[in-house]
């Protein structure tokens, strides 16, 4: 921590460390179908965070060790081959992060969730690539789920609620286009649905708890040409 004319002489804070186990099976069901799945098991001891002292000309911000915390869960990929050109995907993960100690520099207390960990997380894709007029056509979609998620803590005082649940969301994406080789040319889609899923979300303790969000790209439609050298 640098020094401050408020705090001339500030305190060290230690490295944090993590323990992480993991097993998991990769394999093949013949030339049609494919499986990847593992299960995990992190410990996370002395967290670094961002602290507040309070000193005589107000608080000061500095790094500092507070807590400790575990994620566990399971992540899959599994992929089918429908047909000649034809693929679809399902990949995914649910996750279980949750602070194990206090963490009084974060205003937080054991069994609070980690922020922005979402409890599922998950893809569907559809591919497909065909010959076709000299080249070869591609086409994609995909449906995307984003599951319950908590904001950051905060030391604050006048924050009544700094640790909210932030709302699951769902994009659409799609692309089609045609691969020459050389060049490509693509049109594509994402976020269809215009979801207005919320990214960050900050408790700022103003008027009525309100506070300031950060949304997700809104529905974009655009081309795309690629020429390779």
């Not at 097993?23 to 179908?33: A, D, M, S, Y």
């Not at 194990?100 to 979402?118: H, I, N, R, W």
């Not at 995307?144 to 769902?170: D, M, W």
């Not at 286009?177 to 303790?205: P, Q, T």
């Amino acid at each position: 921590n640098l020094p401050t004319p408020s705090l001339p002489i500030p305190p060290s804070f230690l490295s944090d460390s993590t323990r992480n186990y993991e097993v998991g099976l990769r394999t093949e069901l013949g030339k049609q179908f494919s499986v990847d799945v593992a299960v995990f098991d992190v410990d996370w001891k002395d967290i670094q965070i961002l602290g507040i002292v309070q000193t005589e000309n107000g608080p000061i911000g500095i790094n500092g060790n507070s807590g400790s915390a575990r994620s566990r869960g399971l992540e899959w990929n599994l992929s089918w081959k429908v047909s000649p050109g034809v693929t679809l995907s399902w990949l995914g993960a649910y996750t279980d992060a949750k602070l194990t100690a206090d963490a009084s520099g974060l205003g937080a207390k054991s069994g609070d969730e980690l922020p922005y960990v979402p409890d599922i997380q998950t893809t569907f894709n559809l591919d497909t690539r065909r010959a076709m007029a000299g080249g070869e056509l591609f086409a994609g979609a995909s449906f995307s789920y984003t599951g319950t998620r908590y904001t950051g803590f905060s030391p604050q005082v006048n924050v009544v609620e700094p640790h909210v649940a932030l709302p699951s969301y769902s994009t659409v994406n799609a692309q089609i286009g045609m691969d020459y080789g050389r060049w490509s040319v693509e049109l594509y889609g994402h976020n269809l649905g215009n979801e207005r899923g919320i990214a960050e979300y900050g408790n700022s303790g103003a008027v009525n708890q309100r506070g300031q969000a950060v949304f997700i790209q809104p529905r974009t439609l655009g081309v795309q040409v690629a020429v390779k050298f």
